[in-house]
């Protein structure tokens, strides 16, 4: 929780709470509840099953889900034709650019999904940390991917609040300023003598 008192407004998804003191907090809302989901092959049927049941307002096929970052918000399904959704969490992320929609999961977290489009991607060849080459050419190999055409930029922790408090102008500081004033108000006077009350 933040003190409303050192930190400004979140971005992120919160509510305001009131202390027994009367000093208000801003907390955060939980990060989503990601249910365990099977490693290895062989359990791709168990998986698409989970998923299923944990986001039953998906409504397309997954062939496959990619939970290594899970404890970052993210999620990631594969499909048949070789297309992807990645699914962000609406706690940890801002609100996306561009096509996408919000779900919901049986826990109540909301998700942020975004549908990408199947892609080939060349990684370098590294053999003992070093890249491999062929002659002058770099050694390559294709990876099956999925290209997103926005990516969610995660939520900043809150600002805090200045905290300096208000310095009074010095003793020479408000002469200045009266002088300042004094000058003004001498320059407005003569002029208005010199152009008259009708100018």
Known sequence: ?????????????????????????????????????????????????????????????????????????????????????????RTMYQTPRGDYQLLQDTHGGQWYAISGTPSVEQRPVYQDGKPVYDGDKLRTYQVESVRYKTTPTPHRAPDRRSTEPKRRPSKNEQHDQYAEKQTEEHHDFEQGVAHGPGG
């Open 1 to 89: 929780m933040y003190s409303s008192s050192y930190y400004q407004e979140p971005s992120a998804p919160h509510e305001l709470v009131q202390g027994a003191d009367g000093q208000s907090w801003y907390a955060m809302s939980t990060q989503a509840a990601v249910p365990q989901f099977a490693d290895g092959a062989g359990n791709e049927a168990y998986n698409q099953a989970l998923f299923g049941q944990f986001m039953p307002s998906f409504d397309q096929p997954i062939q496959s889900i990619d939970t290594s970052r899970a404890s970052d918000g993210v999620l990631e399904g594969r499909h048949q034709d070789g297309s992807g959704t990645a699914f962000y969490d």
